[in-house]
């Protein structure tokens, strides 16, 4: 960590804070997947048995919205970095509504594994995959409205913070998605 | 000493170290009776003592907080605090209630009376009366600090430091609901104390040591606020969930195991980050500032603070240990280091460097004052190790071969012994810092080594 006194061009881009919050939401989520990993070693065909009950078009579908919504929000940056607000607005809130089909879809997914009688302690595996995915769709819950706060006075500063959140939104779900749905 | 109004901390941390002597003292008995259990048996039973020696370490602990507030405030702020005398009010309010307290404990008065007994849940066994009147001094001290705040100059640090005082009061009315469910009830304790001393204090505590690093090395406040913005950030990242750990066994869901192991994990981090932050500063610091003893505790803080409570918690965070540790002396090692490094040597840290201000002299006396340092960590840091073998050793007996309780407690008779040989030097250094605060008057240190303290 840098302690130097005034930010010059080639420190960290972005704010200190933002960077210490996608550490830590790293960490964490890293340990989640490890310790997924390391259970799954304890009881192989029941956590295979397990993970067929997803719905992995769903699983799909959700990684092109949220991929397509990464991009978006990066040309919104760009947009407000060339000072074209209109287009930064109209691109954020195009990556906002990607996350809102997102968070359809998840809700789409529980229901049918509620629907199966399927929750959080019927199987260890189910219990992190409501964890990870749980934890993971209150962050993009949380992003949709940071994408929607900055928007409204599209600034260059404030769009990177919550840019910066949004990419990481978008790296842990493409993280969780082979741990949790495809391994 | 700038501002009139900061004389106020005088009084709240001569109240604070008398019931820093009683506690350590009581827990000098205590640590006698598990050396020799009949011990004062029938006029103070060991839970009476053990109730007296966690209140006052608490309310100690609380004072000089408050203290401190009324201290760097009206500096941070530049002006006087809103109103001295209701200061000495809510004093006078704690000092009341903490005289009932004591009554009320030793002498089991109004036993089963809703407002006036005991009210039993551990650490928040106040009486009711004296509970609605902590409300009431904390309600006094929150509007005079935020009108103080309000009305100057806000900095970093006293944000931060009424964010934490603000938060722990109002945890604190978790306190006054009491479900008849067990588990409800231990899930709603853990709101007022986990989230006291590993959320809201912690907060209290990073704000406190970087106005002790402001003003003990010099490096601009830009560089501290950093510092302090990542710490309280991490803090409450990790600590909030962190309250996870504590719910591995009282009957709430399963998934509670991996939440509180992962986030307590990580509240190795804040407290990591607090001890680079000291040792950094210092580093890069030009001032040579005179009062070496605040340095001292200022350092030893970070530092113990730490390993007490980041390194000996982890040591037993993780649920698939803590299955085996949960309740041993483990948990006493972990819970005497941690509040010694954090809190105890925060609050001396300050103590030591307002006193010379509060008493209109120059730094005095230091070598008392860092002697008592070394006595009382090097007590608290022995005693951690003995109780940690203990743990150890009760925990393979009791837990992993199955012997009875009694039985392993007979075995540890060699550790309580070690442990009570530690207390005797933690309550002979805490004599020594109170008389190297209270009494020497002349000694000052070689003039021309001064320089004002900003």
């Not at chain 2, 009324?70 to 109103?83: G, T």
């Amino acid at each position: 960590m840098t302690v130097a006194a005034r930010p010059q061009p080639d420190t960290l881009p972005g704010e200190l804070l933002m960077w210490v919050l996608i550490l830590s939401e790293l960490l964490v989520f890293g340990a989640g997947f490890a310790v997924l990993l390391g259970l799954r070693l304890t009881d192989p065909p029941g956590f295979a048995a397990a993970q067929v009950r997803l719905d992995q078009p769903v699983a799909a579908a959700n990684t092109a919205l949220l991929i397509t919504s990464g991009w978006l929000a990066a040309r919104g940056l760009a947009a407000a970095r060339s000072g074209a607000a209109a287009r930064c607005r109209i691109s954020l809130l195009a990556a906002a509504l990607l996350g809102c089909g997102f968070l359809i879809l998840k809700a789409h997914d529980y229901a049918a594994l509620a629907d199966q009688g399927i929750g959080m302690e019927s199987h260890p595996f189910f219990t992190f995959f409501f964890l990870l995915t749980g934890f993971h769709a209150a962050h993009v819950a949380a992003g949709i409205l940071l994408l929607i706060g900055v928007a409204w006075s599209a600034q260059p500063a404030g769009v990177e913070v919550a840019t910066a959140f949004w990419h990481m939104v978008d790296l842990i779900w493409v993280l969780l998605l082979p741990v949790v749905y495809l391994l | 000493m700038k501002y009139q109004s900061q004389k106020i901390a005088l009084a709240y941390f001569a109240v604070a170290l008398a019931l820093f002597a009683v506690q350590v003292t009581l827990g000098l008995v205590l640590g006698w009776i598990y050396v020799s259990p009949n011990f004062l048996s029938e006029v103070l039973p060991f839970n009476i003592g053990r109730m007296l020696h966690t209140n006052s370490l608490i309310v100690w602990l609380l004072l000089g907080f408050f203290g401190a507030a009324y201290y760097l405030v009206p500096e941070e702020s530049e002006r006087e605090i809103h109103s001295p005398k209701l200061a000495l009010l809510q004093l006078a309010i704690f000092v009341i209630g903490t005289a009932g307290v004591v009554v009320t404990y030793l002498f089991n008065l109004f036993d089963g009376n809703f407002l006036m007994g005991n009210g039993g849940r551990e650490f928040l066994e106040q009486p009711l009366w004296v509970k609605v009147g902590i409300v009431v001094a904390a309600l006094i001290f929150l509007y005079n600090i935020s009108m103080t705040v309000l009305a100057g100059k806000k900095t970093a640090i006293t944000n931060i430091l009424l964010l934490g005082l603000w938060g722990l009061a109002l945890l604190f009315l978790f306190a006054f609901y009491n479900p008849s469910n067990l588990g409800l009830d231990k899930m709603y304790w853990w709101y007022v104390v986990h989230l006291w001393v590993e959320g809201t204090w912690e907060l209290v505590m990073a704000s406190i040591l970087a106005f002790l690093m402001l003003k003990l090395t010099g490096v601009d406040r830009e560089v501290i606020e950093k510092w302090l913005y990542v710490i309280v950030a991490t803090a409450l990242f990790s600590g909030i969930l962190g309250t996870g750990h504590h719910y591995y066994w009282i009957g709430t869901p399963g998934y509670w195991q991996w939440i509180g192991s992962i986030f307590s994990s990580l509240e190795v981090v804040p407290f990591f980050g607090m001890m680079a932050f000291a040792f950094v500063m210092v580093w890069k610091g030009r001032r040579d500032h005179p009062n070496k003893a605040a340095l001292l505790w200022s350092l030893g803080c970070a530092t113990l603070a730490f390993f007490g409570a980041g390194v000996w918690g982890f040591l037993h965070t993780l649920h698939g240990v803590n299955y085996y540790t949960h309740g041993t002396q483990i948990t006493a090692a972990h819970g005497h280091l941690a509040f010694y490094g954090a809190y105890v040597c925060l609050n001396l840290a300050i103590i030591s460097y307002a006193m010379p201000h509060l008493r209109g002299r120059d730094p005095y006396n230091q070598v008392l004052n860092m002697a008592a340092f070394w006595l009382m960590s090097a007590g608290v840091v022995f005693m951690t190790f003995t109780l940690t073998f203990a743990g150890t050793v009760q925990t393979h007996l009791q837990r992993v071969n199955g012997e009875a309780y009694m039985d392993v407690q007979d075995q540890l008779w060699l550790f309580y012994a070690m442990r009570f040989g530690s207390g005797v030097a933690v309550v002979l250094g805490a004599v020594l810092f109170i008389y190297a605060m209270a009494f020497p008057r002349r000694e000052v240190i070689e003039p021309g080594y001064n320089q004002p303290a900003e």
